[in-house]
């Protein structure tokens, strides 16, 4: 992406009125990645402005049906199309990666088949590549962005996660990783409402892949059609936190597309090859930074946000922390999430920590603080009214003792 069309970008992310989806997906699959980033903020972004560009998530362009079978016929496993009875022409879901035909196996088993957009790869390392040029002469003339916004820890983290995407064997093993840790777990923290869709990894490759068809609703629809219970919600954070609080290991793009709930009312991951392992001094402080927002113990919860820092502190500076943590939270117990978006909130946590106690968060701590953002923008939409951290409180407790967090081990 060059500059200009950088600029250009951001005019149509900011500005009040809608965003022209198909002027970003034309830049490439960068601006649809940024544009997918920027609908989780809602601190900056209106709530109408996050959900439009929040489309991106399913409602990506199509590939045409003929270069879908040319791409099928020069890119899939040799005698690939001999084990279908039949492929859908028309797509079941497009997403900036790729897209999604629902097909049958000669065996009998409804599956679907995923193609990567084969113009993708090639343009997507180039823009990063750009972007990162400019990036860091633009830092050098704004040095407190790299600690507070962090822009290249941003772009470092897309450009991860989506070249995993663009090899689409990841997204087996990523399946494969979750789910190993959730059958190491069963007996101390048992998920019997997660499962991963069956693959067909011998009619998959770098280009295609071949997965079971899930009969279900995936999130997105659930907010759309208004079915999205809070208890629903509530199992979603027990799985999808243990993985991000317990385990450090946890699906990195989780947005509400990329889970399905299936007929059995089963919790389905997919899209799984961007999978974020996040070291323990991160997922552990921010841990208990939100045990103790949710016991109410407002500086034990700023303290333990410091220890994911990398820099050492200035003890001299933490009283204006303290002091700038105590306005930021004043209130924050008695204030539902659409009233005060916990993205919000966190963005402004940040800051004060770097800018106030000379805290330095590392590119580690990104991809975990994001999923947390994708948890508070489905909660923000579905049910702005509740109480979002009293409501993760009894669930900390149960990550606590069911996964050994704080020293203690399941028994």
């Known amino acids: 992406m060059r500059l200009l069309t950088f600029l250009r970008f951001m ?8 965003a022209d989806l198909d002027w970003i997906q034309r830049q490439g699959l960068l601006a649809v990645k940024l544009a997918q980033i ?3 903020r809602s601190d900056i972004l209106s709530v109408e402005k996050c959900r439009q560009l929040q489309s991106l998530y399913q409602h990506a362009a199509t590939i045409p049906s003929e270069d879908v079978f040319a791409n099928l016929k020069t890119r ?10 039949s492929i859908n022409h028309e797509a079941l879901a497009a997403a900036s990666v790729g897209q999604v035909h629902r097909g049958r196996l000669k065996t009998g088993e409804e599956v679907v088949v995923k193609i990567i957009k084969s113009q993708n ?8 590549q750009r972007m990162r040029r400019w990036l860091r002469i633009f830092l050098i003339f704004s040095p407190k962005l790299r600690r507070v916004g962090n822009p290249m820890a941003l ?24 789910q190993d840790i959730q059958e190491r777990l069963k007996d101390d923290f048992p998920m019997p409402l997660l499962r991963f869709p069956v693959y067909y990894s011998h009619l998959s490759n770098e280009h ?11 999130l997105e629809e659930g907010i759309e059609d208004a079915s999205l219970t809070w208890h629903t919600l509530l199992n979603l954070f027990r799985i999808h936190g243990a993985f991000l609080f317990g385990i450090g290991t946890f699906h990195g793009d989780l947005h509400p597309g990329n889970c399905i709930i299936d007929t059995d009312g089963k919790f389905v991951f997919i899209d799984n090859g961007a999978i974020c392992h996040a070291p323990p001094h991160v997922n552990g402080a921010l841990f208990h930074f939100f045990e103790q927002l949710s016991n109410r113990q407002f500086s034990e919860a700023y303290d333990a946000l410091l220890t994911m820092s990398d820099a050492q502190l200035d003890e001299r500076r933490l009283a204006k922390y303290y002091t700038k943590m105590d306005e930021i939270y004043s209130g924050f117990e008695t204030k539902p999430v659409g009233e005060q978006s916990l993205t919000r909130v966190m963005m402004l946590t940040v800051r004060a920590a770097v800018e106030k106690a ?5 590119e ?3 991809p975990i603080i994001r999923a947390l953002m994708y948890l508070d923008g489905l909660v923000i939409r579905s049910h702005p009214d509740v109480m979002l951290i009293e409501s993760m409180g009894p669930y900390l407790k149960e990550f606590r003792t069911g996964l050994g967090i704080g020293g203690e081990t399941p028994t």
């Open 358 to 362: 000379g805290a330095d968060f590392g």
């Open 38 to 40: 920027f609908a989780l």
């Open 11 to 18: 005019r149509q992310i900011l500005r009040k009125k809608p």
């Open 76 to 85: 899939a496993p040799e005698g690939f199309m001999d084990s279908f009875d």
């Open 155 to 178: 772009l470092n983290h897309v450009a991860d996660y989506t070249t995993r995407e663009l090899d689409l064997r990841n997204e087996i093993k990523g399946a494969k990783e979750l």
């Open 208 to 218: 295609v892949l071949v997965s079971e068809f899930i009969e279900g609703k995936s």
């Open 121 to 128: 790869e090639k343009q997507f390392r180039r823009d990063v």
């Open 364 to 366: 580690e701590a990104f």
